[in-house]
């Protein structure tokens, strides 16, 4: 299963990415929204997106709504330092950017793109 992992912090976002391709998923990463939004407009095969809150130019919120805005339905999962408060679009996830980001991400991720996999662990 493919992901895309879009952050301007390519040190969390490498971080993220070993953790996501040991547990078996192709990982594509981008800096930008707009560098993401090229990536799925030529790529059907992505299966979730990951992205930041906090980026230059367009927001991860920004970018989901672009997203959904232009049909896509897949699962869209969006990390940040801070709380998300009052916001409109509702991503399907939000996992808190700490120590403990990496590991909680692949749990997610697990739980989004295989969640028979998920009950069949408990």
Same mark, same amino acid.
């Given at each position: 299963?493919?992901?895309?992992? @879009?952050?301007?912090?390519?040190?969390?976002?490498?971080?993220?990415?070993?953790?996501?391709?040991?547990?078996?998923?192709?990982?594509?990463?981008?800096?930008?929204?707009?560098?993401?939004?090229?990536? !799925?407009?030529?790529?059907?095969?992505?299966?979730? @997106?990951?992205?930041?809150?906090?980026?230059?130019? !367009?927001?991860?919120?920004?970018?989901?709504?672009? /997203?959904?805005?232009?049909?896509?339905?897949?699962?869209? !999962? /969006?990390?940040?330092?801070?709380?998300?408060?009052?916001?409109?679009?509702?991503?399907?996830?939000?996992?808190?950017?700490?120590?403990?980001?990496?590991?909680?991400? @692949?749990?997610?991720?697990?739980?989004?793109?295989?969640?028979?996999?998920? @009950?069949?662990?408990?």
């Amino acid at each position: 299963m493919r992901v895309l992992l @879009v952050d301007d912090d390519l040190f969390a976002a490498e971080l993220a990415s070993v953790f996501l391709e040991m547990s078996g998923y192709e990982v594509i990463l981008a800096e930008s929204a707009m560098t993401a939004l090229a990536n !799925i407009d030529s790529d059907d095969g992505i299966d979730l @997106v990951i992205s930041d809150f906090h980026m230059p130019e !367009i927001t991860g919120l920004d970018l989901l709504e672009v /997203l959904r805005a232009n049909g896509w339905k897949k699962p869209f !999962i /969006l990390l940040s330092a801070s709380e998300m408060t009052d916001i409109t679009i509702i991503p399907d996830c939000w996992v808190k950017k700490d120590e403990n980001m990496a590991e909680r991400l @692949v749990a997610v991720v697990n739980e989004l793109l295989k969640p028979d996999a998920a @009950v069949e662990q408990i």
